[in-house]
């Protein structure tokens, strides 16, 4: 009898990126093992490596070259494919093609996961870079359900692809058109999830409450979803605050399944840059958003992202993001300089003529001003009984196990507690990123 396991190529892959592409990772392994192909979890083992990329910035893509030639270095002159899957590969499809000094075997863009197979044996056969770039108008991978190992939550991608067109942002490109699954085949993903053990789910889309499909639309999955029995909690991101009607946002203050808490990524405060950011909506309509969100919902925790030093912002425009920050209170913030893409309508018409130096000192004004506003509404917290949902066990290292709450907010708490239980806790202590709690209880499912 032939061993398999021994026949089998031996693959890793890498994660760069979102949250959509450690989801398309488990689908490239779904996709593999149905082939001769097995995952490694070391990279020196494998026969291939694939690094699955981001573009969103110019670190992510710059780190990737970087990447290529140390596992190249490392194997000094032993083989072993490499390919590129994910957002670099369809955003600098001409570069990574014709860069000699670039050593890749294959390439493939987001939508071409199930020619992997085809695409490393044609490699191999001819010795020749093959690749294929093309994005799907159809969602692609609804008949594979990813591989998932040891799970609490899940992340499931409900739609692809964005037609908003940011004028700073590669996505449009990189992921093509937005399209959605069924509400039945996501319920149907997220019922053998929760066969598994997983307690949470993370509905996942690039512009994730635009989701619609056969005349039902983001509430209506959301409800479905939260049927399944064994799912406790269900999150999502990320949204575009264009896309919150008053049904989804009752759906959300409602649903005792849906996490109170809210992404809402404001990106700029000027109501200038937001239109040369081609946002679509004004600080004012943002404002309003926040209000109502907040009147719905109570208790709900926002968080968002900012880009700084978009091209011709003025210090007067940096001053009225932050004075969205002040008078907005986010939870926390991820703020980015801005960097200039490949492709992007930005990259085109408006020059990136902001010094870094001015940049710097933005992000770190910015960032300091964040942090005190976060550290204050985590002190807000204290004495209050939190329902945690535990993520990491105490260790010998450690004595704190980790659980978040409804909110999204870490808390470390004394002493162990198994992974996917709920804890109660009393909040004793908070800094900018995160609190402390005494558990009450141990086991409350
Ligand atoms: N679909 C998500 C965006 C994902 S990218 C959304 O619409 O919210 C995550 C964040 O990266 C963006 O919200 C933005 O703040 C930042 N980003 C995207 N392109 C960027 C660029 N060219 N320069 C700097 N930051 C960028
Ligand atoms: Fe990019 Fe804008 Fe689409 Fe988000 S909504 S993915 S920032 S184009
Ligand atoms: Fe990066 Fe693509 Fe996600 S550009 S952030 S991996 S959608």
């Known amino acids: 009898m032939i061993n398999n396991e021994i026949t089998k190529k031996k693959v890793f892959v890498e994660t760069y990126g979102c949250q959509m592409n450690e989801y398309d990772s488990e689908l490239v392994k779904a996709i593999l093992e149905k082939k001769e192909y097995a995952f490694v979890k070391d990279e020196r083992e494998a026969d291939v490596v694939m690094l699955n990329t981001c573009a969103i910035r110019e670190n992510a893509h710059r780190k990737i070259y970087g990447r290529v030639h140390q596992i190249r270095h490392e194997r000094s002159g032993k083989p072993v494919m490499i390919g590129l899957l994910g957002c670099m590969a369809t955003n600098l499809r001409q570069n990574l093609l014709n860069d000699r000094q670039l050593k890749i075997d294959f390439i493939a863009g987001p939508d071409s996961y199930k020619r992997l197979p085809d695409l490393i044996s044609h490699a191999q056969e001819t010795g020749e870079k093959t690749f294929d770039l093309t994005l799907s108008e159809f969602e692609t991978y609804s008949d594979i359900f990813p591989k ?93 605050p264009k896309d919150f009607p008053e049904k989804l946002l009752k759906t959300i203050a409602q649903n005792k399944k849906v996490c109170k808490h809210i992404h809402l990524p404001l990106q700029a405060g000027s109501n200038r840059i937001l239109d040369l950011m081609n946002r679509t909506y004004t600080r004012e309509e943002f404002l309003d958003l926040v209000n109502k969100i907040r009147d719905l919902i109570s208790n709900v925790a926002l968080t968002t992202d900012i880009i700084i030093g978009f091209p011709t912002e003025t210090d007067a425009e940096f001053d009225e993001t932050v004075d969205m920050m002040e008078k907005v209170r986010f939870d926390s913030a991820f703020i980015f300089k801005y960097s200039e893409r490949e492709g992007t309508i930005a990259q085109r018409k408006y020059p990136d003529d902001i010094h870094d130096a001015i940049k710097t000192e933005r992000i770190v004004k910015l960032n300091e001003i964040q942090k005190g506003i976060a550290h204050q509404k985590n002190l807000a917290h204290i004495g209050e009984t939190l329902e945690l949902l535990m993520e990491r066990d105490a260790t010998a290292d450690d004595p704190f196990s980790k659980g978040r709450t409804d909110s999204n907010k870490l808390v470390h708490v004394q002493g162990s507690f198994p992974v996917g239980s709920f804890v109660k806790a009393t909040i004793t202590a908070a800094s900018p990123q995160n609190l402390r709690g005494a558990a009450l209880n141990k086991l409350l499912i």
């Open 148 to 240: 998932r190992e040891g799970m609490i939550n899940a992340w499931i991608a409900v739609m692809r692809g964005c037609n908003n067109f940011c004028t700073f942002c590669v996505v449009p490109y990189t992921r093509g058109r937005e399209r959605s699954r069924t509400v039945a085949n996501v319920v149907a993903e997220s019922q053998q999830i929760a066969n598994q053990g997983a307690k949470q789910i993370t509905l996942l889309g690039q512009n994730v409450n635009s989701y619609h499909c056969d005349g039902q639309d983001f509430a209506d999955l959301i409800n479905a979803v939260s049927e399944i029995e064994g799912i406790e909690r269900i999150r999502f991101t990320s949204p575009h």
